[in-house]
């Protein structure tokens, strides 16, 4: 139980381009999922932590035109990256869960590279 | 604000034991304990609530003690398959969010 789907897994793009990362719970429904950025060998950032129906709530430093994330039901939340560039490039993970002070499961990640 | 793991790094020989302290420097509501495996997603291990728990799967186990804001994750005769890094992620409110420490790189050796 608790898998979630994260699709695609990797993307390769020129500079410019936007890029959409879906994140899917498969067999529970959601109340929050939450979207991460991963330095190599680093801790994981939270960039924004998304609710059904609501918009979503961007950590400081965060650009909420730049990450835009829609959550249309409980199953589903996406990242689209608008008009990447190379220093966006990173792997992205997003996380789901129940609600406070429950586990967070993730999907496998996406990892993007912009040239 | 980030809780702060220790120690950064372990090596181990199979069979040994490790333990990996995580704490904060603000009250908590929970805390959680993953692990990452080298270009994969991090894997929930277990949650612990306020109050001040222990818990254990196989040979893995961790506390919370709520009153120094701590949580230690305890792993008994280490298996090669234990090798990666581990995270925890802690909650100062019901809000849901988690902030993570960064991590404890664990290696167990042959």
């Known amino acids: 139980g608790a898998v979630v789907s994260q699709h695609p897994s990797w993307v390769i793009c020129k500079s410019g381009t936007s890029v959409k990362i879906e994140c899917r719970s498969l067999?529970?429904?959601?109340?929050?999922m939450f979207w991460y950025r991963q330095f190599p060998k680093q801790s994981l950032m939270l960039m924004a932590t998304?609710?059904?129906?609501?918009?979503?709530?961007?950590e400081q430093g965060v650009e909420k035109d730049k990450f835009l994330i829609n959550h249309a039901s409980l199953t589903l939340s996406t990242l689209t990256v608008t008009s990447a560039h190379p220093e966006d490039s990173s792997f992205y993970i997003c996380s789901a869960s129940v609600g406070s002070n429950q586990p967070q499961h993730f999907g496998d990640g996406t990892r993007l590279s912009i040239l | 604000q980030q809780p702060v793991q220790s120690p950064q790094a372990v090596i181990l020989r199979e069979g040994e034991d490790a333990v990996i302290n995580c704490s904060s420097s603000k009250a908590l509501y929970s805390v959680h304990w993953y692990r990452q495996k080298h270009g994969e997603a991090p894997v929930f291990l277990m949650i612990?609530?306020?109050?001040?728990e222990q818990k254990g799967h196989d040979k893995i186990s961790a506390s919370f003690n709520e009153k120094k804001q701590q949580s230690s994750l305890y792993l008994t005769a280490s298996q090669l398959s234990y090798s990666g890094t581990y995270f925890c992620?802690?909650?100062?409110?019901?809000?849901?969010?988690?902030?993570f420490g960064d991590g404890t790189t664990l290696t167990v050796k042959p």
């Open positions: 612990l609530l306020k109050g001040g």
């Open positions: 998304s609710n059904e129906g609501s918009k979503a709530t961007y």
């Open positions: 067999d529970f429904q959601a109340t929050t």
């Open positions: 992620g802690t909650e100062v409110n019901n809000a849901g969010k988690s902030t």
